[in-house]
């Protein structure tokens, strides 16, 4: 699995973003995915997951209603769509291959791309 983050940037308050996320090693739908951010001075949460079959998924309740996760296959790719964004919502974010565990948290990952900035401006 290697996993390549894409599509952060700078952004207004209520603007929208689409994270993408390619696993260049081909194995991509044996894994759930999550993405997850890391704010500056706290500590990395989670924001969304979802099953390998892209059957279901599950969000962290500080996105809800405004993120949505997504994946293709057939491209080997993950999306995160980012919608009415908020300042508190600047982070870098990853995205990550989960191994075994609840998917909420970040132990449970085995596999994490480089990470890209999202920037929120008030």
């Known amino acids: 699995v290697q996993l390549q983050a894409s599509g952060g940037g700078l952004v207004q308050a209520g603007g929208s973003l689409r994270l993408s996320c390619e696993d260049s090693?081909?194995?991509?739908?044996?894994?759930?995915m999550g993405w997850f951010r890391q704010a500056p001075g706290k500590e990395r949460e989670f924001v969304a997951a979802?099953?390998?079959?892209?059957?279901?998924?599950v969000y962290a309740d500080s996105v809800k209603g405004r993120f949505t996760i997504s994946n293709d296959s057939a491209k080997n790719t993950v999306y995160l769509q980012m919608n009415s964004l908020k300042p508190e919502d600047t982070a870098v974010y990853y995205c990550?291959?989960?191994?075994?565990?609840?998917?909420?948290?970040?132990?449970?990952?085995?596999?994490w791309g480089q990470g890209t900035l999202v920037t929120v401006s008030s």
């Open positions: 990550a291959a989960h191994f075994s565990g609840s998917l909420a948290y970040g132990s449970s990952y085995r596999y």
């Open positions: 090693g081909r194995t991509f739908s044996r894994y759930h």
């Open positions: 979802i099953l390998w079959s892209g059957s279901s998924s």
